[in-house]
């Protein structure tokens, strides 16, 4: 991986150095860092934390901003954003809005108005990027060549690999992010199912013991009747 923001002079006494690389320290340009470097575990690395930053970078080309930006926080708090599970980069389009104020200028430095940028955030080339720096390294390009590639379908007006998440996926991260809510909603639905349930079987046997009864009352009338006419 080639990160040139984790460059150091080397003109230093290295035992002196508070700048010195320390082992299980996270390394890399913050704002480029994929999750698991940002980590610090002793996660294996590899190609796809590649994919992640150049994801960043394309992210940064189109909407004129990072998806976070660690000089709006402190630190602590950006790599909390970056590493909780339930905290979701916005949309290059979503990003952009956020700078109103310079939208224009990101517009105009990229040759186009700013209703042409935001059409274009919003095809499938937002799908692309978001592909690239998902935080779950197994839902993103495995390959900056499979990234290459599905660039190179865009531009072509091929469909891409990348695709809107589904409604299973967005569903499961919406009850992960909301188990408690969604746990008592889940509990009033069962209450009401029950309750429309119990009012149902109430209603039906109401309606059979008024049935029977109704059909007693006519068999005892034809009983009635039949008993009279032997009498006469």
């Not at 949309?91 to 105009?108: G, M, N, S």
């Not at 190179?152 to 589904?166: D, F, H, Q, T, W």
């Amino acid at each position: 991986m080639i990160d040139f923001g984790i460059a150091k002079a080397t003109g230093r006494t290295l035992a002196s150095d508070p700048m010195m690389t320390m082992l299980g320290q996270p390394i890399g340009t913050l704002a480029y860092m994929s999750p698991e470097q940002a980590e610090g575990s002793e996660l294996d690395v590899d190609t796809r934390a590649d994919v992640y930053s150049l994801g960043v970078i394309l992210y940064k080309l189109l909407s004129g901003a990072v998806p976070w930006d660690p000089r709006e926080s402190t630190v602590p708090q950006f790599l909390a954003k970056l590493l909780s599970s339930e905290t979701l980069p916005p949309l290059p389009k979503e990003r952009l809005a956020v700078h109103a104020e310079t939208a224009e200028q990101v517009a105009l430095a990229r040759g186009t108005d700013l209703d042409r940028l935001r059409k274009t955030l919003s095809g499938d080339i937002q799908w692309v990027v978001m592909k690239a720096i998902e935080k779950d390294r197994n839902r993103r390009y495995e390959t900056a060549n499979g990234l290459r590639l599905d660039l190179i379908r865009y531009m072509r007006g091929e469909a891409v690999i990348a695709r809107p998440p589904s409604t299973r996926y967005r569903l499961r991260r919406f009850v992960g992010r909301n188990r408690r809510g969604v746990a008592a909603a889940a509990f009033a639905v069962i209450l009401l199912a029950t309750g429309a349930a119990m009012t149902t079987l109430g209603l039906l046997r109401a309606r059979a013991a008024e049935a029977d009864a109704l059909a007693a009352r006519e068999q005892a009338q034809l009983q009635a009747e039949a008993a009279e006419e032997v009498v006469n």
